[in-house]
């Protein structure tokens, strides 16, 4: 069965960074576009980067240049790095593989002074 479990979610001031991983299991992970989500309290599920099985990169609009996705297919872990965070980060960050419906458990991005 698939397994994503994520990491590296935490406090941190604006302007911080962090990285995330998701660690995949039980699937061909370089077959696979991956992606990650964000959620808050009382809000949808968003978008925030996918990456293809051939490393094309998508962004949503607010992120971009400041967030990098990218994939290690050996390790089948796909990674995001957050740059000049910003406090309306602030979200539960969600794995995701867009094809198979499968998430993470997710992990806590809190961004504050």
């Known amino acids: 069965q698939v397994q994503l479990v994520e990491s590296g979610g935490g406090l941190v001031q604006p302007g911080g960074s962090l990285r995330l991983s998701c660690a995949a299991s039980?699937?061909?992970?370089?077959?696979?576009?991956m992606g990650w989500y964000r959620q808050v309290p009382g809000k949808s599920r968003e978008l925030v980067a996918t990456?293809?099985?051939?490393?094309?990169?998508n962004y949503t609009d607010s992120v971009k240049g400041r967030f990098t996705i990218s994939r290690d297919n050996v390790k089948k872990t796909m990674y995001l790095q957050m740059n000049n965070l910003k406090p309306e980060d602030t979200a539960v960050y969600y794995c995701?593989?867009?094809?198979?419906?499968?998430w993470g458990q997710g992990t806590q991005v809190t961004v504050s002074s």
């Open positions: 995701n593989v867009p094809s198979t419906g499968n």
């Open positions: 990456i293809s099985s051939n490393r094309n990169t």
């Open positions: 039980g699937i061909i992970f370089r077959f696979y576009t």
